[in-house]
C-alpha cells in the first residue's frame, strides 16, 4: 500500500482498494490418462526387475523400487498445476451440508458395492440424495439473491457491488473524497504524470543507443 500511496500523492488510498485473494494452486497427478501399456513395457524393462535374485539386502531393493516407479509415475503421469478458485456459496448452510455428506456417502457405497441387487438399490438412494441436494442448494442460492437485490432497493451502486461479488468479480472501491471534481482531477494528474515519466524513461533510453536510434528523439 506504501507504493500505491506514494504514486497517488495526496489521495488517501489505505484501505480503500479491496485486496483480491488469489486461487490457491494445487498439484495433482491425472492416473486416468496413464499409458498402462507403455508404463508396463517399461517397467519390465527397467532395472527393478533386472536385478539378481541373491540380492538379500531389502534397503537396497525397497530403494531401487521407489525410485523407478517414481520415475515411472513421472514420465506417464507428470505433476500437472491447476489454481484451485475459492468459490462464494454463503448460502450453503449447515442444512445443506448435511444433506451434501450423505450424498457423498451414499455414492461411496454404491460404488464400493458388487453388482446386484444391493447396488441398484444404493444406487436409488444416492440418485434421490443428489437430486434433493440439487433442488435445496437451488433454492438456498436463488432466495439469497432475491433478498440480497431486494435489500438493494435503488441503491445502483450497491447492487453493483452485490452482483460484482456474486459473479466472483472483484470490487474496487475509489478513495473516500466528498468533492468528485477533485477526485476526477487527482486521477487526471497522476495519469499525466506517469505518461510524462514513461515518456522520459523512453528518451533516455533512446540517448543510450548507437545511432540512427539516438536520432527519433
Known amino acids: 500500500s506504501s507504493g500505491i500511496n506514494a ?17 490457491e ?24 526387475l533386472a536385478m539378481p ?9 525397497v530403494e531401487k523400487f521407489n ?9 506417464y503421469c507428470p505433476l500437472q498445476k491447476r489454481r484451485k478458485k ?28 458388487k453388482i446386484g441387487k444391493e447396488k441398484t438399490k444404493l444406487k436409488e438412494v444416492y440418485v434421490q440424495l443428489r437430486s434433493q441436494f440439487s433442488k435445496m442448494e437451488t433454492k438456498k442460492r436463488s432466495e439469497y439473491i432475491r433478498k440480497n437485490i431486494e435489500i438493494c432497493g435503488r ?3 450497491r447492487l453493483h457491488k452485490q452482483l460484482a461479488r456474486l459473479l466472483g468479480k472483484s470490487v474496487v472501491i475509489l478513495p ?35 545511432p540512427p536510434y539516438s536520432a527519433l528523439i
Not at 25 to 48: A, C, G, H, P, Q
Not at 53 to 61: G, L, P
Not at 178 to 196: C, M, Q, T
Open 53 to 61: 535374485i541373491s540380492v538379500h539386502n531389502v534397503d537396497v531393493v
Open 25 to 48: 494452486t494445487v498439484w495433482y497427478r491425472d492416473f486416468r490418462k496413464i499409458d498402462i501399456e507403455n508404463f508396463t513395457e517399461d517397467l519390465k524393462n527397467s532395472e527393478l
Open 86 to 113: 475459492e468459490r462464494f456459496t454463503p448460502w450453503v448452510d449447515e442444512e445443506l451440508l448435511n444433506i451434501r455428506r450423505m450424498k457423498r456417502r451414499a455414492e461411496r457405497k454404491w460404488r464400493k458395492e
Open 7 to 23: 504514486e497517488y500523492g495526496d489521495l488517501n488510498l489505505e484501505g480503500s482498494i479491496k485486496r483480491r485473494k488469489y486461487p
Open 155 to 157: 441503491d445502483r451502486k
Open 67 to 75: 525410485s523407478t516407479l517414481m520415475e515411472l509415475i513421472d514420465k
Open 176 to 210: 473516500n473524497m466528498p468533492d468528485k471534481s477533485k477526485l476526477a482531477e487527482e486521477f487526471g494528474k497522476f495519469f499525466l504524470n506517469k505518461i510524462e515519466r514513461l515518456q522520459d524513461k523512453i528518451d533516455q533510453k533512446l540517448g543510450e543507443l548507437d
